[in-house]
């Protein structure tokens, strides 16, 4: 019966009676019972630890090995198991409950990665997808279901992605706003909760890119710009040069024919710094073909200062722009 009870605990299936049960028993039981089922079922079960992280498992196995199992431990784990019953909590220790533990986890929980100001990443997903996040960006997906039933990411910032191609598992991406559907293709794509537009630039490949609020669904084709604008719900494409959009994966920042106030945007949303012009001029429309350095402030803001005859003056994360004397 006891060893009922444990697969039923291990499985979280125990019923509250059966509980109480596990910890009668277990409380009959001597330090050296509790030694030998303990060995036995670690020694015995076949955990599956195939969404357990090489590097987790290692922690694990420290964590066990720490533990010295001598009588005076198994002396300690049965008091405080005892303690543990008073509180309704289940007593039965065995090793072998770390992984069933960590897979459960892995299977409720979200795996999340994000990057800060200034910050990139780059992420292999499970089914071999690239994808290299720009600053202040976060990606997140439930590991349990990835590339099994679905591959379903959420999105919140700007990266480039190379998607690996399964017909029969289309890639999703849901932001706030849009929903990108994929089989395998590269693009780039900014999503940013703050900005009133959602841009995706199609390098490879063929993207459906669908309004959640409309539910205007349209299809991309390489070397276009789908712009997505937050407000009036429209959607319109353009057809551009693919890869200098993408060109902060390697450290530029690339404008063409950009007006003066997207280039201060991308800026300031690239480096997290607010830009205040202090000008009288009309160069709000003026546009601009250059490269500008994506790790650099100081290198970035004497470009665009020579380039309108202005003077940068830089304080923590914040920039003015002022005219020449």
């Given at each position: 019966?006891?060893?009922?009870?444990?697969?039923?605990?291990?499985?979280?299936?125990?019923?509250?009676?059966?509980?109480?049960?596990?910890?009668?028993?277990?409380?009959?039981?001597?330090?050296?019972?509790?030694?030998?089922?303990?060995?036995?079922?670690?020694?015995?079960?076949?955990?599956?630890?195939?969404?357990?992280?090489?590097?987790?498992?290692?922690?694990?196995?420290?964590?066990?090995?720490?533990?010295?199992?001598?009588?005076?431990?198994?002396?300690?784990?049965?008091?405080?198991?005892?303690?543990?019953?008073?509180?309704?909590?289940?007593?039965?220790?065995?090793?072998?409950?770390?992984?069933?533990?960590?897979?459960?986890?892995?299977?409720?929980?979200?795996?999340?990665?994000?990057?800060?100001?200034?910050?990139?990443?780059?992420?292999?997903?499970?089914?071999?997808?690239?994808?290299?996040?720009?600053?202040?960006?976060?990606?997140?997906?439930?590991?349990?279901?990835?590339?099994?039933?679905?591959?379903?990411?959420?999105?919140?910032?700007?990266?480039?992605?190379?998607?690996?191609?399964?017909?029969?598992?289309?890639?999703?991406?849901?932001?706030?706003?849009?929903?990108?559907?994929?089989?395998?293709?590269?693009?780039?794509?900014?999503?940013?909760?703050?900005?009133?537009?959602?841009?995706?630039?199609?390098?490879?490949?063929?993207?459906?890119?669908?309004?959640?609020?409309?539910?205007?669904?349209?299809?991309?084709?390489?070397?276009?710009?789908v712009i997505f604008d937050k407000k009036t719900g429209t959607i319109t494409?353009?057809?551009?040069?693919?890869?200098?959009?993408?060109?902060?994966?390697?450290?530029?920042?690339?404008?063409?024919?950009?007006?003066?106030?997207?280039?201060?945007h991308t800026i300031e949303s690239n480096y997290g710094v607010s830009i205040?012009?202090?000008?009288?001029?009309?160069?709000?429309?003026?546009?601009?073909?250059?490269?500008?350095?994506?790790?650099?402030?100081?290198?970035?803001?004497?470009?665009?200062?020579?380039?309108?005859?202005?003077?940068?003056?830089?304080?923590?994360?914040?920039?003015?722009?002022?005219?020449?004397?």
């Open positions: 019966m006891l060893n009922i009870l444990e697969e039923k605990y291990i499985q979280n299936k125990l019923t509250a009676e059966e509980l109480k049960q596990l910890r009668h028993e277990v409380q009959q039981l001597s330090d050296e019972s509790i030694s030998t089922r303990m060995q036995a079922r670690w020694m015995a079960d076949d955990i599956d630890t195939s969404d357990v992280p090489v590097s987790r498992l290692d922690q694990i196995k420290k964590r066990i090995d720490a533990s010295s199992f001598s009588s005076n431990s198994y002396s300690w784990l049965r008091r405080t198991a005892q303690i543990a019953a008073a509180i309704i909590i289940p007593v039965l220790i065995i090793t072998s409950f770390y992984l069933y533990r960590e897979n459960k986890n892995l299977g409720t929980n979200e795996m999340i990665v994000s990057t800060n100001i200034g910050e990139r990443a780059n992420i292999t997903l499970p089914d071999g997808t690239h994808v290299t996040l720009n600053a202040e960006s976060k990606l997140k997906y439930a590991p349990q279901t990835f590339n099994k039933s679905e591959r379903l990411i959420h999105f919140e910032g700007e990266a480039y992605f190379d998607v690996k191609k399964n017909h029969d598992i289309p890639f999703l991406i849901r932001t706030t706003d849009v929903q990108i559907k994929v089989v395998g293709t590269k693009f780039n794509l900014s999503a940013r909760d703050k900005n009133p537009v959602a841009e995706l630039v199609l390098e490879e490949g063929k993207v459906l890119f669908t309004s959640l609020s409309s539910k205007e669904c349209r299809a991309i084709s390489p070397n276009q710009k494409i353009t057809t551009i040069n693919a890869q200098s959009i993408s060109s902060w994966r390697k450290g530029d920042l690339v404008f063409h024919n950009a007006q003066f106030a997207d280039i201060i205040d012009i202090a000008s009288h001029s009309d160069i709000q429309k003026d546009l601009f073909s250059g490269t500008v350095p994506s790790n650099n402030i100081s290198e970035a803001m004497e470009i665009i200062s020579k380039a309108y005859h202005l003077t940068p003056t830089i304080v923590d994360k914040k920039v003015t722009l002022s005219e020449c004397n």
